[in-house]
């Protein structure tokens, strides 16, 4: 497996027993006569701006298994996975500045067979700061795909991406649809917030980099306003449409003929809907990033991704890509 690389001039460990950290910081080996894993020290007294997180294969760390089925929130495994990386995976951080990225690499780098033997699935969780005027970032999506091919190892050429979804901040599914001044604010927000980053998505897709293009949480009122908001500025309607079961025990009878007119694939899903809350984040780097302001460090995204082998039906990784800043 390849360790996860950030830049050439980023601080790297330069000894395997946890001595040294390049000048940057020092490591205490508490009990290491007994196989107890070094500690950073320092970190403590560190304040990062920005924190980039890349979970372990939760396949194999165990993530998946610790959920409890009767849960409605899926972010169980997000935190449970998060915990587990920065618990033992702190230690060889890349510090560069004020910017700290940590990563599992034991389960991290290339896949084990030919890429098309595989099935790359990607749901994009934008966390957008509560209020924020901003129209969704098409820089985090650059780091997030950016951040998934160092995850799996992906070619110069980068790799392509068979299904991609993308989850906007504070989307719920509305069975019962929406009245006339919703769907006025709602195709506003495609306009303003949604439509540039939708744009980008569009051209990767008919690039060839993802596959099949897909939105989480959309009524059929908000599917329909956003291919038409698409198509004007020659965009691709989307192709999927995600339903947390746990907001809609049954799928609208209009949804479900609309999906089906428009070729549009209706899937389920258990995530929440605010997979990663800014004090969930805070409570989880705590401990280990003492000094860190959690209450200056917003979520930007969650990307999550599974690697399906497509001959057997079974998901070799299943990972999360954190992404956190002050600024």
Known sequence: MTAVQVSNDIYRSTAANGQHYNGKTDFHSYGAQNGDRALPVTFSKDVFSHVTLFTGNTMVTGATGLLN??????????????????????????????????????????????????????????????????????????????????????????IKIDHFILAIPNQTFDENGLDPSEIEQFTEDVQVFYLPIWKRLSELRQSGKIGRLGVSEFSKQ???????????????????????????????????EYAKTEGIELLTHGDSSDILPKATLASLLQPHLAATSASLLDPNFVLKYSVLISSRGLISRKGYIVDAGSE
Request: with cysteine; net charge negative.
């Open 222 to 256: 908000q599917l329909e306003i956003l291919k038409v908001a698409a198509v004007n500025v020659g965009a691709v309607a989307p192709e999927i449409n995600q339903v947390n079961l746990h907001d809609c025990c049954v799928l609208p009878k209009e949804l479900i």
């Open 69 to 158: 089925a009767s849960l409605k929130k899926s972010n169980q495994e997000l935190v449970s996975a998060i915990d587990h990386t920065l618990h033992w995976s702190l230690e060889s951080a890349q510090i560069h500045g004020r910017a700290i990225t940590i990563a599992d690499n034991s389960t991290l780098g290339p896949l084990e067979d030919d890429r098309s033997k595989y099935e790359i699935t990607v749901k994009l969780f934008f966390l957008s700061p509560q209020g924020s005027s901003d129209p969704l970032s098409v820089n985090h999506l650059h780091n997030a795909i950016q951040h998934l091919e160092t995850a799996i190892g992906a070619t110069s050429t980068g």
